[in-house]
Structures are given as structure tokens and as C-alpha cells.
Nanobody, 123 residues
Framework: QVQLVESGGGLVQPGGSLRLSCLAS????????MGWYRQAPGKERELVAT???????TYRDSVKGRFTISRDNAKNTMYLQMNSLKPEDTAVYYC?????????????????WGQGTQVTVSS
């Protein structure tokens, strides 16, 4: 199986920065597309940014120019650099990825989620 663990969340003032990390572990063969999602209280989970294995990225309009998604394939780690944070960025941030992995002796594919990390932007 595959495990995803996010870290780097916390409380920051408006205009501040945070860097989230997502470490993947387990019987991983390869990692394809990955992404960051967020969910604010009382709202639906929404896609924040995606990155392909080759490094192509997409962003939701509200974070363009402020957030940067990146990955280190050698370390099975994905990052989200968040600058110029706003109160409306407050949410639990989740990482997600499409994996090729071993289940026993079988090679199979699947999609996995992390447990989430809280980001709070407040003065």
C-alpha cells in the first residue's frame, strides 16, 4: 500500500508564507500526477494545484501567482509553497496522488489521500 503524510501547516498572519510537504511511502513503483486540495469548514473540498511526473502544473485561479507546487521524484515528496496568504486560504490541505505500487507480489495502480494539515491565516 501507499501512505501520504502532509506537514508544514500552521497559523500565519495575512501576507505570510508557509511551505507544505507531502511525503509518500510504501511499496511504490512510480508516482504519476499529484495534487493539493483544500477544504474549508462547511465547504466542499476543492482542487488547489496539480503537477505531473514531468513537472507540468495547473493552479486554481485564486492562488495563481501566490502558490507554487513542486515535487522531488527521487524523494517521493511534493511541496506547496504558499506566499501572500489570505484569510480565505484557511482550510485543511490534503495531498493526493496516482500511484503504481506493489500489493503483495502484484503491481497495481491506485489513488491515495493524505490525512490533511491545517492552515490558518489570521491576525
Amino acid at each position: 500500500q501507499v501512505q501520504l503524510v502532509e506537514s508544514g501547516g500552521g497559523l500565519v498572519q495575512p501576507g505570510g508564507s508557509l511551505r507544505l510537504s507531502c511525503l509518500a511511502s510504501g511499496s511504490i513503483v512510480s508516482i504519476n500526477a499529484m495534487g493539493w486540495y483544500r477544504q474549508a469548514p462547511g465547504k466542499e473540498r476543492e482542487l488547489v494545484a496539480t503537477i505531473t511526473r514531468g513537472g507540468s502544473t495547473t493552479y486554481r485561479d485564486s492562488v495563481k501567482g501566490r502558490f507554487t507546487i513542486s515535487r522531488d521524484n527521487a524523494k517521493n515528496t511534493m511541496y506547496l509553497q504558499m506566499n501572500s496568504l489570505k484569510p480565505e486560504d484557511t482550510a485543511v490541505y490534503y495531498c493526493n496522488g496516482d500511484f503504481l505500487y506493489y500489493s503483495g507480489t502484484w503491481r497495481t495502480s491506485g489513488n491515495f489521500w493524505g490525512q490533511g494539515t491545517q492552515v490558518t491565516v489570521s491576525s
